[in-house]
């Protein structure tokens, strides 16, 4: 109503002029505490004070960073200087000058210095050079590759393979592939390095199980199964995934595959499995640890391994479904970033691959000297043996351990005694930033088909007198 | 050529530094730091988010037909055993794969079945239903000439010194190592390929790795960790942005190349310390790298040197496309802009493009490269560089270093890189990037160009690399050419002619000034 308008102004300006003094200084006061409340900043703990030009030309000056690394004489005095190996890392080697068999390197299947794969390499070369100069989607796919993809799938039995240029890097970039963050994967506790940096990278929650204890597993799955049925909308989007180690680089010990795909379609878990100690050893044509416990390849989702050790050249391969693996040529950092694998070194994998079908009782050998020397050395007093009893790469830790530092050297003292009488071993190499790395220290040791009877007696000897005089010393100290 | 450049004087006073020297010319006859990026034309910006609108619809469609089985789809699926399972892709994730990607999939992945040298041999393929199947044909593309490979100085070769002395390696010592450095991996092969990179960079030592990826992912931890801070240029490759990742640390993103950006960043990294706590940062860690291989920029070591001594950072420079294809004896992008390796705290470098091998390498002091052979990741972990591979290295090493072929060599790539570049530039392209870099990178824009390009210059007998989204932003899709010694003058005319002809069937002539070329 128009007319009310100008009528309730005029009335409200007449009160106004009635009202006392002071209360036009009253709420002249609250108005101007108002305004200075609307203009002055407030107050912030963590405001970023503005300083000036001057001040901030002393901060940088006075500014000192640490060294960016520590300084040379500290490194030298804490590390140990790398052996030198003169020559090829066959069954002999030479070590720092000392003649040795080879008990060290993992050529399992003893392919380092074959004469086949050297003359297939020098084919290689004289066709295709050294380098591929370039990553598989400019010009660095060579057929070299695509034959070497399409003949491990056939042989572990997968549909697709897909070859990474570095062992190290294909399990470090086929996690990342699939698990983002958001996502929950449960993985061993002993899993080597490689897998923890493509699980930091992945950004996914890491949930952790005893090593090898499939009831601390169930357990743990259970547990999320409880915490996904109250929440079923967001259990809807988060994937899961586990991820194992046929044989463990750590422990050497293997992984209880049956009860793992068991849990995998019981609780819908994804299932990965890392190879790269039992592709070429297990199962009776070397495929892996699913041929050794009869499981079709299809069931799991990824097998992931690195054909540095039984096949003794470079890099890694993943293999699985297409559905899986295809997912990798676009998104493997590691696959895409990087230029493609030399073409002598497939050719290295390809003939390994070849010299595996024609022979496939060599796998069996192996196991049998690998269980055959690791009966020898399992009396020895003072060592205890770690290890799948068939693994041909298995650990020696002090049966009592005293402190890290004391153990290693002991554990040094061993490798360096063995060494002067002609038996090359290692000690497990580790660093501090490795997901439980008060892991006790270990000589690693990897049998070879190439040893006979008589070097892995001789080594077992060898070893047993290296650890008695150790032991000797230490109660002498 | 070093020693005597002092970045201190000339010119610091009012922080600007021009043209990369600031006018202090230590070679008279060398050009001053010239880099082109000339702006996405108005018409061609339009039409590019046209074409992927367009192209978005239609995937949309497309996507719709095949849920409801109207178009056969021919993508893999999951297990019928593991349909309960969460899906393993998010379905928007590959939307790009399966609309864009595959239909222009046959530019890609193209396999190769000869050295790639100046020539190389593309097995041919069939791609149908638009692009979701492919077939070999049988038919072999010889000599196609080869613009995509990394081959800076020529170095894949087939025969030759470096093939005979990589093959007598290769029957001494066999291809694989199978254990890392710290346990018996390390041959005398190893200490005499690092003594040797050492000699020819003039640093105190060098640490080489099995690939060139691993060497940034691996050891960039070892170097920074938490409470220190990392300043990244704003394209660094993947590699070493996983490298960053994975320390933990901080990171800063500068604007690519912008020394403004960085000092800004630089002078509130020292001043206000870490975040919420204001506690100083332990040290300060600037990523760079020698030449861009997307935008074929290099980098401006001067200007950031500068601002590193002032602000006590360090220096972390990746050398993968500039180690051998810059500066008079190949030393890289210090040699290029006369600074003395040393100033650099770690100077990274890959042994792929210009060495024709693979596998990375760090150099620096004495210190830096101990601490590393104890820290490092991959010295640990990870098995060693294949012998055969150290020795072409080794080689391709001598010849450049000692010989006047690798003087020759050095010498024809800068040269082809300025004829091809000047002569994309008079054609009408637009060229990114430095006139110096031997990446030459053009700009194509629109999508529907991307698989046109490649396949036109296939056709006409040239393997080339072209790059759409995700290697670079959406609408910036572009060629990149890579020079190299081993092309003669006569491909690389044709190669421009080819190119002229593309431009013209495509409408590539984007550049507003024909006459960029001086």
């Known amino acids: 109503m128009e007319m009310d308008k100008p009528w309730i102004v005029a009335e409200a300006i007449q009160s106004a002029l009635q009202a006392p003094f002071y209360h036009f200084i009253l709420e002249g006061l609250l108005v101007i505490w108002i305004l200075r409340l609307i203009f002055s900043k407030s107050y912030k703990i963590h405001q970023k004070e503005t300083l000036t030009k001057k001040e901030k030309e002393e901060l940088v000056g006075s500014w000192q960073p640490e060294p960016l690394v520590p300084p040379l004489e500290k490194t030298l005095a804490k590390t140990r200087p790398y052996r030198l190996v003169s020559g090829q890392v066959g069954k002999n080697i030479v070590v720092d000058g000392y003649k040795c068999k080879n008990f060290a390197s993992m050529n399992f299947l003893g392919l380092v210095g074959n004469k086949r794969v050297e003359e297939k390499i020098e084919k290689c070369i004289r066709t295709y050079g050294v380098g591929t100069c370039g990553p598989r ?40 592939a699939y698990a983002k963050r958001g996502d929950i ?42 915490i996904d049925k109250k929440n079923p909308k967001k259990a809807a989007v988060i994937r899961k995934f586990m991820v194992v180690e046929g044989i463990y680089m750590n422990t050497g010990q293997i992984c209880d595959l049956p009860k793992l795909v068991e849990f995998k379609f019981k609780y819908k878990v994804r299932l990965f499995v890392e190879e790269s100690l039992s592709f070429g050893v297990l199962g009776d044509h070397g495929r892996g640890v699913t041929e050794h416990f009869n499981i079709p ?118 490798v360096n005694k063995c060494m002067k009488n002609g038996i090359c071993i290692t000690v497990a190499s580790r660093l501090k930033e490795e997901f439980l790395s008060e892991w006790p220290a270990s000589i690693r040791i990897a049998v070879s088909v190439e040893m006979s009877e008589e070097d892995l007696d001789e080594a077992a000897r060898v070893i047993r007198h290296a650890v008695e005089e150790a032991c000797n010393k230490c109660k002498g100290s | 050529m070093s020693g005597d450049f002092k970045l201190e004087k000339n ?58 089985h109207i178009e056969k789809l021919h993508a893999a699926t999951e297990d019928p055993e593991m349909k309960d399972f969460v899906p393993l892709y998010a379905s928007f994730e590959s939307f790009y794969t399966r609309n864009m990607y595959n239909r222009i999939q046959d530019v890609f992945n193209r396999p190769v079945c000869s050295v790639p040298g100046a020539t190389i041999d593309i097995v041919e393929r069939k791609f149908s239903n ?27 070769e087939n025969e030759g010194t470096c093939t005979e002395a990589a093959i007598v390696t290769a029957k001494k010592y066999g291809a694989g190592v199978c254990s890392s450095r710290q346990e018996i991996g390390n041959q005398d092969i190893h200490m005499k390929l690092e003594q040797t990179m050492a000699d020819y960079l003039d640093v105190e030592a060098c640490i080489i790795f099995g690939m060139g990826y691993a060497t940034n992912s691996t050891n960039i931890p070892c170097l920074v960790d938490k409470s220190c801070l990392i300043l990244s240029d704003g394209l660094n490759h993947a590699s070493l942005v996983l490298g960053c990742r994975l320390s933990g640390a901080t990171i800063r993103v500068f604007k690519h190349n912008d020394m403004e950006d960085l000092e800004r960043k630089l002078s509130d990294g020292v ?55 810059l500066g008079d004896h190949g030393r ?47 010295a640990c972990y990870a098995t060693s ?9 080794l080689t391709s090493l001598s010849i450049i270093s000692g010989t006047e072929e690798g003087r020759n060599r050095i010498k024809q790539l800068a040269k082809n890189s300025k004829t091809f570049r000047q002569g994309l530039k008079k054609i009408g392209y637009i060229v990114y990037g430095n006139d110096d870099s031997p990446v030459v990178p053009t700009m194509i824009y629109l999508p529907c160009k991307i698989g046109a390009y490649g396949r036109e210059m296939l056709q006409r007998g040239f393997a080339v690399v072209v790059v759409g989204f995700p290697a670079t932003p959406i609408v910036e899709s572009r060629v990149r050419f890579c020079m190299s010694a081993a092309l003669t003058d006569e491909q690389i005319e044709k190669a421009l002619k080819a190119a002229e002809d593309v431009a013209r069937v495509l409408k590539l002539d984007y550049s507003a000034d024909k006459s960029l070329s001086c």
């Open chain 2, 385 to 393: 560089m294949s012998p055969p591979v150290c020795q072409q290295i």
């Open chain 1, 185 to 226: 994967i449960f993985v061993d506790e002993a899993v080597c390095f490689a897998i923890q940096k493509g699980l930091q990278a992945s950004r996914s929650k890491i949930v952790y199980f005893k090593h090898n204890d499939m009831n601390d597993l169930e357990d743990k799955l259970i547990e999320q199964e409880k």
């Open chain 2, 271 to 325: 001043v206000y310390g870490q975040p919420r706590t204001h506690r100083p940062w332990k040290k300060i860690l600037i990523i760079v790298e020698g030449v861009y291989s997307m935008e074929g920029s290099i980098v401006n070591l001067p200007g950031v040197l500068a601002l590193k001594k002032k602000y006590k950072a360090y220096l972390y420079l990746d050398e993968a496309h500039s180690i051998g294809a």
């Open chain 2, 130 to 156: 638009s692009g979701w199947t492919s077939e070999y044909t049988g038919k072999v593309l010889k000599n196609v000439i080869n613009l995509g490979s990394y081959n800076y100085l020529g170095f894949a």
């Open chain 1, 297 to 414: 390849v299809s069931k799991l989702d990824l097998v992931v391994a690195c054909m540095e050790y039984s096949l003794a050249s470079v890099g890694g391969f993943c293999c699985g479904r297409h559905y899986v693996v295809g997912h990798q040529r676009l998104s493997g950092m590691g696959y895409v970033f990087s230029a493609s694998l030399p073409s002598l070194l497939a050719r290295a994998a390809i003939e390994g691959l070849n010299i595996s079908e024609e022979n496939p009782d060599i796998f069996a050998q192996l196991r049998q000297k690998a269980a055959f020397l690791q009966d020898l050395l399992k009396g020895i007093k003072g060592i205890e043996l770690v290890g799948y009893p068939e693994s041909p790469c298995f650990h020696l830790r002090r049966l009592h351990p005293v402190t890290p530092e004391k153990d290693l050297k002991f554990l040094h003292d061993v």
């Open chain 1, 137 to 176: 989607g400019f010009y660095g796919t060579f057929d070299v590759h695509l034959e070497l993809e399409e003949r491990i799938a056939k042989f572990i039995g997968a549909e697709e393979a897909l070859i990474y240029s570095y062992g190290f890097a294909t399990i470090a970039s086929a996690i990342p």
């Open chain 2, 11 to 68: 010119g610091n006073a009012n922080g600007k530094i021009f043209n990369g020297l600031n006018g202090h010319q230590p070679d008279l006859d060398k050009k001053a730091f010239q880099e082109n990026f000339e702006p996405t034309p108005l018409h061609a910006a339009i039409l590019t988010y046209l074409g992927y609108a367009i192209i978005t619809v239609f995937g949309f469609i497309r996507d719709l037909m095949r849920k409801y």
């Open chain 2, 332 to 378: 890289g992008v210090t040699e290029y802009f006369g600074i003395h390796a040393s100033e650099v705290d770690i100077m990274m470098g890959t042994f792929t493009k210009s060495f024709g091998a693979a596998g990375g390498y760090i150099a620096g002091n004495r210190a830096l490269v101990e601490h590393l052979r104890a820290h490092s990741h991959s």
